[in-house]
């Protein structure tokens, strides 16, 4: 066979997702994503040496550092143990408390796991893939950390996810878990159940109250720091991957009706925020499919003062605000919760 004289497709694709037990240590991918788009790859540049030697042509090279990184996007869902561990890393590794949820009936089995913000410092700091390219060639990466996470929603769209990762290494010789494939269980959560709920206190949040918008827009950067300073001489791969300063975004989009939001951007009001994504309920079970952004500190920093441009458009206010940890005794800035019926992560 003659390279190049075949075709491979993305629809016979696959991703798989682990957790690795030891950073760097490659391990088991049980959890399957279906995907709508990835862009993983492995890439070493070559630094070609200068010199004088009576020659108008270079002779010499060197391969540099070992770059291992790419995106995904993907739909996310309660109930798909891919994405919560995904979700997982990019709040920082850390443990997720279980317990069962409040109000479900006796014996159906809902959970609620609960993720706060933690320092890549625990027995879940790092991630690795199984990922099939086409029908046969099967890449697996390890020691991979979300760099960001964005979750996006919009009339007439499911939730979205798109996370940016950083990886140590990979090969090109991984196991097929095409088994895995394609009875995977990822219900996606429509915009028709989503909401927005933004109070004056976080105990002041109710399903009932929420603004009205009609597109939202949540990140988070872990400022991972994969330069020069995470290498060291001996090795052309990544040595560490330690966060920065963890950063959020938190915009949306809706219509200009009421003074309230740009109130409060002037009055620097302090308000707190809920973003829920529910699904279908549970058979046997009073809860629901869901994944919770809670946010109990934030400060509306630009309100969409809206700009006219034509008689007939609806006004809108394109809302941007910033996200701070509560300063309460055990307060954070972001904390997020899923309601599934996984054991444990």
């Known amino acids: 066979m003659s390279v190049g004289d075949s075709a491979q497709v993305g629809l016979f694709s696959y991703l798989a997702v682990g957790v690795e037990s030891t950073f760097k240590t490659y391990s088991t991918c049980t959890a399957a994503l279906q995907f709508l788009s990835a862009s993983m790859k492995t890439s070493q540049e070559t630094k070609v040496l200068e010199h004088i030697s009576t020659d108008r042509t270079y002779a010499d090279r060197i391969a540099l550092s070992k770059m291992v990184e790419g995106e995904i996007e993907f739909y996310a ?5 891919a994405c919560q561990r995904i979700i997982q890393n990019a709040m920082g590794g850390g443990t997720i408390t279980t317990a069962t949820a409040t109000g479900d009936t006796t014996g159906a089995g809902v959970l609620m796991h609960t993720y706060d913000i933690k320092n890549f410092s625990s027995t879940y700091t790092s991630l690795c893939l199984n990922h099939r390219k086409g029908s046969s060639q099967i890449f697996q990466y390890s020691g991979v950390r979300v760099g ?15 996370v940016s990762l950083v990886g140590v290494d990979s090969t090109s010789s991984g196991t097929d878990l095409s088994s895995l494939f394609p009875n995977v269980t990822q219900t996606p959560l429509s915009f028709s159940n989503m909401r927005l709920s933004i109070e004056g206190s976080f105990a002041s949040l109710t399903s009932s109250a929420f603004w009205h918008v009609q597109s939202f827009e949540f990140g988070i950067n872990n400022n991972l720091k994969s330069d020069n300073d995470s290498r060291r001489i001996g090795s052309s791969l990544l040595d560490v991957i330690p966060p920065g300063v963890a950063q959020f ?9 009421t003074l309230t939001a740009y109130s409060a951007m002037l009055n620097e009001t302090n308000l707190a925020a809920q973003l829920s994504f529910q699904g279908a309920t549970y058979s046997g079970s009073t809860i629901r499919r869901e994944m919770q952004i809670n946010m109990p500190s934030i400060y509306i920093m630009d309100a969409g003062d809206p700009e006219i441009g034509g008689p007939d458009e609806i ?6 605000c910033v996200v701070m940890r509560d300063k309460t005794s055990g307060g954070y800035a972001v904390q997020m919760k899923t309601f599934n019926k996984t054991t444990s992560y």
């Open 77 to 81: 869902a309660a109930d798909n143990d």
């Open 249 to 257: 975004t938190f915009s949306f989009s809706m219509r200009f009706d």
């Open 315 to 320: 006004l809108k206010s394109e809302v941007s």
């Open 148 to 162: 960001e996470i964005t979750f996006s929603g919009e009339v007439d769209e499911a939730l979205k996810c798109s």
